[in-house]
């Protein structure tokens, strides 16, 4: 649970409170909920523990974060906020040498684990960096999306 609470609190303090912005294909957001993921929660007043009960059940635990060290959970909790479970997943596949089927499975559990830590998130951001600098909205988003990464390159440091 420990690897959760300071990977939730990066999070939040990167994703922030409450936004409209026509240009961001989620729409409404509020915490990183966005109401195209969220269709019927109220995202004008989520609360950050709402948030986080949300970010725990839907993203860490689907991705089966808690064995992971922290240096590679952190990472693909935010990338999968960002920009969704499937890319992150097969993000993480390349980045470790399996198969990208989008399954966080043993297989791909196993690899992650017999992985040195700084090696998978270095590869890691490289595949994210890549994978956005594609998304039609890199234009608006791109120069926002380098700083988050960069930060998350620090952490990476801290973190293996």
Known sequence: ???????????LGLEGGYVNNP????????WGISKRSYPTADIANLTRDQAISLYK????????????PLGVSYQMLDFAVNSGISPCVRAIQRSVGTVPDGI???HTLAAIKSTD???????F????LEWMSGCKNWPDAG??????????LRFGATDT
């Open 57 to 68: 059940r839907d993203f860490w635990d689907s991705l089966k974060l808690d064995d992971l």
């Open 143 to 152: 120069r926002g999306w380098v700083r988050r990464i960069a930060k998350d």
């Open 1 to 11: 649970m420990n690897n959760f609470n300071v990977s939730i609190n990066r999070l």
């Open 23 to 30: 240009k961001d294909p989620g729409g409404e957001t509020n």
């Open 104 to 106: 966080i499975g043993e």
């Open 125 to 128: 951001l490289a595949e994210r």
């Open 117 to 123: 830590a700084h090696d998978i998130v270095m590869r």
